[in-house]
C-alpha cells in the first residue's frame, strides 16, 4: 500500500496532490496508528487537499482551516469564532455507538495529578481500542463549518417539512430542535446514508428499521458523485478499505445483504 508522509511542508504538499491525480500514496499509517481521532484528522485534511469544501453548506475554506461564509451564503449564527474555524464531523455521531459502552457511562479513566476519575469520550479514547477505530474511521468524518457541527450536535436525520429552507442563508439544511432531527439538502443524502450503512454495516452498529428504510431509500435515490467515489478511493488508498455502499455501488442496494 502507498503512504503520505504525516508531516507535509510546501513541496510535499504539492506532491500529495501529485499524487491524488495519478492515485498513488506515500507512507499510509500502520494499523495501531489509525485508532487515534487526532491523527485521522491529519489524514483527513490532507484527504481534502484539493477539494476544501464543507459538507452541508459547500462553503470554501482555505489551508489554515478558515471558512469563507460569503462563499456558501451561511449566516453567522451565535459563535463568529466557530462559524468561521474548520471542524471534522462525524456522520453517524460518536455518541450513536459510544453512549452503550462501559467507558462512556462509568468513570473507568483516572487522572492522577486531578485525583479524578472520568467517563464518557474522553475515557473511551483512552481505553477503548475499537471505540477508537470507529471514531478515526475516515470514511464518517467530513469537512463542516464549526457552529454548525455544533448545532448539529447529535442530531439523527429526517424530513423536516415544517421548517422554512432560509433558517440557514443560502445553506439549505434545515435543523429542529425541539425534535432533534436535521434535514439536509438533497445533494448530500445520499452520502450521509452510504456513511451510516457503512459504519453500521462495519461494526454492527444497530440502525432502527425506521432509520434504515430512510438510508436505504437516500442510498438509491442519490447515488454517488464523482467526488464521493473519488474520495472514497483515496480512503481506501490510506486506511486500507472501501465504503462498499460506494465502492460496488448500484449493487447491494437490498438490506438484505448487510448486518444492520
Not at 90 to 101: K, N, T
Amino acid at each position: 500500500m502507498h503512504k503520505i508522509k504525516t508531516k507535509l511542508g510546501l513541496v510535499s504538499l504539492l506532491f500529495v496532490l501529485f499524487s491524488f491525480s495519478v492515485g498513488a500514496y506515500v507512507d499510509s499509517p500502520s494499523e495501531n496508528e489509525w485508532v487515534n481521532f487526532r491523527i485521522a484528522k491529519k489524514w483527513a485534511k490532507q484527504l481534502h487537499a484539493d477539494h476544501r469544501t464543507t459538507f452541508y453548506c459547500g462553503c470554501q475554506y482555505d489551508k489554515q482551516g478558515k471558512i469563507d461564509l460569503n462563499s456558501c451564503g451561511y449566516p453567522i449564527q451565535k459563535d463568529k469564532k466557530r462559524a468561521e474555524r474548520l471542524e471534522w464531523e462525524h456522520i453517524m455521531p460518536v455518541s450513536f455507538w459510544g453512549q452503550d459502552l462501559a467507558c462512556w457511562q462509568k468513570p473507568l479513566c483516572c487522572d492522577s495529578k486531578k485525583k479524578k476519575c472520568y467517563k464518557g469520550r474522553s475515557c473511551c479514547e483512552k481505553i477503548d481500542i475499537e471505540y477508537s477505530k470507529m471514531e478515526a474511521d475516515l470514511h464518517n468524518l467530513v469537512p463542516e463549518i464549526g457552529e454548525l457541527n455544533a448545532m448539529r450536535s447529535n442530531y439523527r436525520f429526517g424530513l423536516l417539512p415544517h421548517i422554512k429552507t432560509q433558517q440557514f442563508g443560502a445553506c439549505e439544511i434545515k435543523i429542529d430542535k425541539e425534535t432533534r432531527r436535521v434535514e439536509p439538502q438533497d445533494k448530500v443524502r445520499g452520502f450521509i446514508a452510504r456513511a451510516y450503512l457503512y459504519m453500521s454495516d462495519r461494526y454492527q452498529v444497530h440502525l432502527s428499521d425506521s432509520q434504515t428504510q430512510l438510508f436505504m431509500a437516500w442510498h438509491k435515490q442519490y447515488p454517488p458523485d464523482a467526488w464521493e467515489i473519488e474520495r472514497d478511493n483515496r480512503i481506501a488508498d490510506v486506511q486500507g478499505n472501501h465504503n462498499h455502499f460506494i465502492f460496488d455501488y448500484p449493487k447491494g442496494l437490498s438490506k438484505n445483504n448487510f448486518h444492520f
